[in-house]
C-alpha cells in the first residue's frame, strides 16, 4: 500500500525530527486505508474557526425536502486531491519497517484534514453554482421529483468536480434512485430509516464483555432518535460501563438488552418535515420518575394519524430529580422545544400538548410561589417556550414604557406573539420615542435577562452571522435587525432590573418597573386579564379534577403541594360550576339503602356491588383483590389477583360468584378501565346482566363495596379477609402466635354479627311465612362454612392451614 502511494506521489520518503505511529483502518468493502496516530499532533495544533456540518443538522434539512428520487457522488480519495504545502510536511512524518516517509497530500487522521477538505469541495461546488445539493466533507447528495432531473443534477455536479482537479469513480455515484444510503441512513420520499444491515448487525450481538457493552452503546446510540424512551431503557447498561462500578452483567442488563434489540428491529421512519400553514407540530411529553422523554409528530388534512419526526429521551442531571412535577412536565416542555426548532426551524408553530396543562405561568411570565428550581432556570424556560403556541390559547402582546423623568406611559399592542415579543417591542417602542424626541441618548432598564443580554453582546454577534444560527434564522429577526439599526444611529445604554425582589429591599428602578406593568393594564385590560383568567381556570379545573373533586380547601392544598400556584377564588367558581361536583351533592342528598329500598325487589346472589383494593404489600404475586358484595345480604367474596384488568374481574365473578351464588342480573362499579371496556360489556351482555356506572369521586354511590373496602383496608395487616375457605394470607404475620389468636377471634365475631344479620334480613323477606331457623337456610347454600363455624370453641383458636 505504502509502495503504490509513494508511486503516485501522494508519500515520499523524508529525514524529519518529527515522527507518528501508522494506523490502518478496514474500510466496509475490505480494501485498508492508511492513517496515522496523529494524537499527539493534534494536540498541539490550533483550532480552525470553520467547521464541518453536523450531521444531525443535515439529515433534518434533507428531511424536509421529502423527495422522490435521490442520487449520491462520493469523490475518491478526496483527501489525497489536496496538495500539502511543502513546509508543514515534516511535521506528518510516520516511519514504516524503519523507513521514513511523509505525506505530499492531506492525511487522513490529522484534525483539520475532514474541515480542510469540506471547505475545498464547498468552494468548487459554489464557484460553480452548481444546483441544491448537501455536502458532508466529500458525501454530496442532490435530489428531485424525476429520474431525469436527478441525472442531469448528478451529471453538472461531476462536471464542476472534475475541473476542480478532483476523481470521481463511477463506481462511487449512487442513483438516480427513489431510495438510497446518505450519511449512513437510509433515505426513501424525505423519510429516514434505519437500513436493513444495520439492524441484522445489531439483533444479532451476544450479550457483551465491558468494552463491547460501550461498542454496542455507539453503535445504537446513533439510531436513539427512533427509539421513544431511550434513555430509560439503556440506563442499565450505562450503569456498567462507569469505571467507578465492577462489570456485572445482572437480569436489568440483560433484560434492558434485549428490549433494546426488539427497539432497534420495530423501530419506525421518521419524516419527512413538511412545510405550510395547515402543517401541525405536535409535541408530546412526559416526566417521569427517572427521566423525561418527549416526541415530535407532523400532521396535514387528511391524515388520521400524525408522522413522527422523532424521540428523544434523557436522565435528571444533578439536582432536576427535586423539582417538583410541574416543574419536571415545563423542563420537559422545554427540552422538547428546543430539540423540535432543530428539526423543523424556529419559524415553524410548535404546538404543546403536554400531559399537565401547566404552562399557562410561561404565557404570563410569571415564576410560581411553590418551586425548587432557580429563578434563572425559570427565566430560561419562560424565554424559550413562550415562542411556541399552547394548544387553545390565542394571546396578544402588549408593549409599555415609562419615562421617570415626565411621569409619563405609553402602550403599543398587537395580534399573537409572546412576553419576550412584547419586550421587543417595548424596545422599539422607546426608540420611537427617543428618536421622535430627538434625544441624545437612550437609557433602558428591563426586567427581561434575555433583551439585555442580546443588546449587551448578542445582537452584535447575531449581525456578523447574517441574523441566523446554525444555518437557520434567529428568533423574531426582522424586529433585531430594526433595533440592530436604529441602535447603531443612537446610543443606547442598557440596565437589567431583578423584578422577583422583595418590597423591602426595591428602590426606585424597582418602583419605575412597577409602573411599566401597571402601564401594562391601560385599556386593555378586557384582553390581558380575561387572558390571565381564563388561563387561571383552565388550571384550575384540572387541579379540581386530578385531584379527585374534592371541596375548595383541599384542591387548593393538592395544587401547593404540586407546585400549581391557584387561587381560591378560581377553585371556588371551578366546584361551583362543576357538573361532577353537583351529581355528587345530588347523590348525597338521598339516604343510602343498605336494607330493603331499591334492593327490595332482588332476590338473594341477583345484585352485587364490585371493587378493587391495593393490598399494603404483594404476596405470593398478589397485589390486588376483587371485593364483590352481595347487595341484599351484605355476604362478601374476595378474590385475589397480580393485576387489576378486566380478565381478572371475569375470572373473579366467574369463580366467587357465578359458581356459588348464580348469575347476577345487576352488578355495579366504577369507571375504571378494569370495569368499563368492550370485554366486560360483552360479557355482561352474553349472561344477560346488567352493568351500571356509579357516580366518579363519590364513594356513596358504591356504598356497599365501599364500606368493606374501607374494613378491610383499614383492619391491620394481621386481619384476615376471608371467602368461603379462602383466606387471603397476605393479611396475616404467620410467625406470630398471637397475631394469629387474634385473627380467629376476629373471624369468628364477624360470622357471629353476619348470622345475626342475614337473620333479621331473612325475617323481614318472610314475613307471611313461618319462621324458619336461620341455619337451615343457610346450610342449603354454605354447609360447610357452618360446619367449620360450629367445631371453633367458646375461645379462640388457631385458624387451620
Known amino acids: 500500500m505504502i509502495q503504490e502511494l509513494e508511486s503516485h506521489g501522494v508519500v515520499s520518503k523524508t529525514h524529519s525530527p518529527f515522527n507518528s505511529l501508522i494506523w490502518p483502518v478496514r474500510k466496509s468493502e475490505g480494501e485498508w486505508r492508511l492513517t496515522v496516530d496523529y494524537r499527539a499532533l493534534n494536540e498541539v495544533t490550533p483550532p480552525l474557526s470553520a467547521t464541518v456540518p453536523d450531521m444531525l443538522e443535515l439529515q433534518y434539512e434533507l428531511e424536509s425536502k421529502a423527495a422522490k428520487w435521490y442520487a449520491m457522488i462520493d469523490i475518491a480519495n478526496a483527501f489525497f486531491s489536496i496538495p500539502l504545502a511543502a513546509e508543514c510536511r515534516p511535521q506528518f512524518a510516520f516511519t514504516w519497517r524503519g523507513v521514513q516517509y511523509t505525506w505530499n497530500r492531506l492525511p487522513q487522521g490529522w484534525k483539520h484534514s475532514p474541515t480542510i477538505c469540506h471547505g475545498l469541495i464547498q468552494t468548487a461546488l459554489e464557484k460553480g453554482e452548481a444546483s441544491e445539493h448537501l455536502q458532508y466533507i466529500d458525501d454530496i447528495i442532490v435530489w428531485g421529483n424525476t429520474a431525469a432531473e436527478m441525472f442531469e443534477k448528478g451529471k453538472e455536479i461531476i462536471q464542476i468536480l472534475l475541473e476542480a482537479s478532483f476523481a470521481i469513480k463511477k463506481s462511487k455515484v449512487k442513483g438516480p434512485a427513489r431510495e438510497i444510503q446518505f450519511l449512513g441512513v437510509k433515505w426513501q420520499g424525505g423519510r429516514q430509516q434505519i437500513t436493513t444491515d444495520v439492524i441484522n448487525k445489531i439483533t444479532a450481538m451476544s450479550p457483551p464483555t465491558n468494552k463491547k457493552t460501550q461498542a454496542f452503546l455507539g453503535a445504537i446510540g446513533f439510531w436513539r432518535m427512533h427509539i421513544p424512551e431511550y434513555s430509560q431503557i439503556v440506563s442499565p447498561l450505562y450503569l456498567v460501563t462507569r469505571k467507578k462500578n465492577n462489570f456485572h452483567w445482572g437480569p436489568a442488563q440483560q433484560q434492558a438488552f434485549a428490549q433494546i434489540k426488539q427497539e432497534i428491529a420495530h423501530a419506525v421512519a421518521l419524516g419527512p418535515v413538511r412545510t405550510g400553514p395547515d402543517v401541525k407540530n405536535m409535541l408530546y411529553s412526559a416526566a417521569r420518575s427517572h427521566g423525561l422523554s418527549w416526541s415530535l409528530w407532523q400532521k396535514v388534512p387528511g391524515e388520521t394519524r400524525g408522522r413522527p419526526l422523532g424521540f428523544w429521551s434523557q436522565s435528571y442531571r444533578g439536582s432536576e430529580a427535586n423539582y417538583t412535577p410541574t416543574e419536571k412536565e415545563i423542563l420537559a416542555a422545554y427540552e422538547e422545544v428546543q430539540a423540535a426548532s432543530e428539526v423543523?426551524?424556529?419559524?415553524?408553530?410548535?404546538?404543546?400538548?403536554?400531559?399537565?396543562?401547566?404552562?399557562?405561568?410561561?404565557?404570563?411570565?410569571?415564576?410560581?410561589?411553590?418551586?425548587?428550581?432557580?429563578?434563572?432556570?425559570?427565566?430560561?424556560?419562560?424565554?424559550?417556550?413562550?415562542?411556541?403556541?399552547?394548544?387553545?390559547?390565542?394571546?396578544?402582546?402588549?408593549?409599555?414604557?415609562?419615562?421617570?423623568?415626565?411621569?409619563?406611559?405609553?402602550?403599543?399592542?398587537?395580534?399573537?406573539?409572546?412576553?419576550?415579543?412584547?419586550?421587543?417591542?417595548?424596545?422599539?417602542?422607546?426608540?420611537?420615542?427617543?428618536?421622535?424626541?430627538?434625544?441624545?441618548?437612550?437609557?433602558?432598564?428591563?426586567?427581561?435577562?434575555?433583551?439585555?443580554?442580546?443588546?449587551?453582546?448578542?445582537?452584535?454577534?447575531?449581525?456578523?452571522?447574517?441574523?441566523?444560527?446554525?444555518?437557520?434564522?434567529?428568533?423574531?429577526?426582522?424586529?433585531?435587525?430594526?433595533?440592530?439599526?436604529?441602535?447603531?444611529?443612537?446610543?443606547?445604554?442598557?440596565?437589567?432590573?431583578?423584578?422577583?425582589?422583595?418590597?423591602?429591599?426595591?428602590?426606585?428602578?424597582?418602583?419605575?418597573?412597577?409602573?411599566?406593568?401597571?402601564?401594562?393594564?391601560?385599556?386593555?385590560?378586557?384582553?390581558?386579564?380575561?387572558?390571565?383568567?381564563?388561563?387561571?381556570?383552565?388550571?384550575?379545573?384540572?387541579?379540581?379534577?386530578?385531584?379527585?373533586?374534592?371541596?375548595?380547601?383541599?384542591?387548593?392544598?393538592?395544587?401547593?403541594?404540586?407546585?400549581?400556584?391557584?387561587?381560591?377564588?378560581?377553585?371556588?367558581?371551578?366546584?361551583?360550576?362543576?357538573?361532577?361536583?353537583?351529581?355528587?351533592?345530588?347523590?348525597?342528598?338521598?339516604?343510602?339503602?343498605?336494607?330493603?329500598?331499591?334492593?327490595?325487589?332482588?332476590?338473594?346472589?341477583?345484585?352485587?356491588?364490585?371493587?378493587?383494593?391495593?393490598?399494603?404489600?404483594?404476596?405470593?404475586?398478589?397485589?390486588?383483590?376483587?371485593?364483590?358484595?352481595?347487595?341484599?345480604?351484605?355476604?362478601?367474596?374476595?378474590?385475589?389477583?397480580?393485576?387489576?384488568?378486566?380478565?381478572?374481574?371475569?375470572?373473579?365473578?366467574?369463580?366467587?360468584?357465578?359458581?356459588?351464588?348464580?348469575?347476577?342480573?345487576?352488578?355495579?362499579?366504577?369507571?375504571?378501565?378494569?370495569?368499563?371496556?368492550?370485554?366486560?360489556?360483552?360479557?355482561?351482555?352474553?349472561?344477560?346482566?346488567?352493568?351500571?356506572?356509579?357516580?366518579?369521586?363519590?364513594?356513596?354511590?358504591?356504598?356497599?363495596?365501599?364500606?368493606?373496602?374501607?374494613?378491610?383496608?383499614?383492619?391491620?395487616?394481621?386481619?384476615?379477609?376471608?371467602?368461603r375457605r379462602t383466606y387471603l394470607d397476605c393479611f396475616q404475620h404467620p410467625d406470630q402466635q398471637g397475631a394469629r389468636e387474634n385473627t380467629a377471634c376476629a373471624w369468628k365475631q364477624q360470622v357471629a354479627e353476619w348470622l345475626d344479620h342475614v337473620q333479621r334480613r331473612t325475617r323481614e323477606l318472610q314475613k307471611d311465612v313461618e319462621d324458619v331457623p336461620i341455619e337451615e337456610v343457610l346450610r342449603q347454600f354454605y354447609p360447610e362454612e357452618l360446619d367449620a363455624h360450629e367445631g371453633h370453641s367458646d375461645t379462640c383458636a388457631e385458624i387451620p392451614t
Request: charged share 25%.
Open 344 to 723: 423543523t426551524g424556529t419559524k415553524a408553530q410548535l404546538l404543546l400538548a403536554p400531559r399537565l396543562p401547566v404552562l399557562g405561568w410561561m404565557f404570563k411570565g410569571k415564576v410560581p410561589s411553590t418551586h425548587h428550581a432557580t429563578d434563572a432556570a425559570w427565566n430560561k424556560w419562560i424565554a424559550l417556550i413562550t415562542q411556541c403556541a399552547h394548544m387553545g390559547m390565542n394571546r396578544k402582546w402588549k408593549a409599555a414604557v415609562w419615562s421617570p423623568t415626565r411621569q409619563v406611559a405609553e402602550v403599543t399592542e398587537g395580534e399573537g406573539g409572546s412576553s419576550q415579543l412584547a419586550e421587543l417591542k417595548a424596545v422599539q417602542l422607546a426608540l420611537d420615542i427617543a428618536e421622535r424626541e430627538v434625544w441624545p441618548r437612550l437609557y433602558l432598564y428591563t426586567n427581561s435577562q434575555m433583551v439585555a443580554s442580546a443588546l449587551w453582546g448578542w445582537l452584535k454577534r447575531w449581525k456578523e452571522a447574517n441574523w441566523q444560527r446554525g444555518g437557520k434564522p434567529i428568533w423574531a429577526a426582522e424586529e433585531w435587525k430594526d433595533i440592530a439599526t436604529r441602535g447603531g444611529r443612537l446610543p443606547v445604554k442598557v440596565r437589567h432590573i431583578d423584578a422577583h425582589i422583595p418590597k423591602s429591599r426595591a428602590n426606585e428602578e424597582h418602583r419605575n418597573d412597577e409602573q411599566v406593568d401597571q402601564a401594562t393594564k391601560i385599556e386593555v385590560s378586557k384582553i390581558d386579564l380575561d387572558w390571565e383568567y381564563k388561563g387561571e381556570l383552565f388550571l384550575a379545573r384540572w387541579a379540581h379534577d386530578v385531584s379527585g373533586h374534592q371541596g375548595r380547601d383541599a384542591t387548593y392544598k393538592w395544587a401547593q403541594d404540586q407546585g400549581v400556584d391557584l387561587t381560591l377564588d378560581s377553585i371556588s367558581q371551578v366546584t361551583h360550576d362543576c357538573e361532577t361536583c353537583a351529581a355528587i351533592k345530588q347523590a348525597k342528598q338521598v339516604k343510602p339503602l343498605w336494607y330493603g329500598g331499591q334492593w327490595s325487589k332482588y332476590k338473594y346472589g341477583e345484585a352485587w356491588q364490585i371493587d378493587y383494593i391495593t393490598l399494603p404489600q404483594t404476596r405470593h404475586g398478589k397485589r390486588y383483590v376483587l371485593t364483590m358484595v352481595e347487595a341484599t345480604t351484605g355476604w362478601l367474596e374476595t378474590y385475589p389477583v397480580p393485576n387489576a384488568t378486566a380478565r381478572n374481574t371475569i375470572l373473579g365473578l366467574e369463580k366467587q360468584v357465578l359458581w356459588r351464588h348464580g348469575t347476577p342480573e345487576r352488578i355495579e362499579s366504577d369507571n375504571g378501565t378494569h370495569f368499563k371496556n368492550s370485554l366486560i360489556n360483552t360479557w355482561a351482555r352474553e349472561h344477560g346482566t346488567e352493568w351500571v356506572y356509579h357516580i366518579p369521586y363519590h364513594a356513596p354511590a358504591a356504598d356497599k363495596v365501599e364500606r368493606h373496602n374501607a374494613l378491610t383496608i383499614s383492619t391491620p395487616e394481621d386481619h384476615i379477609c376471608y371467602s
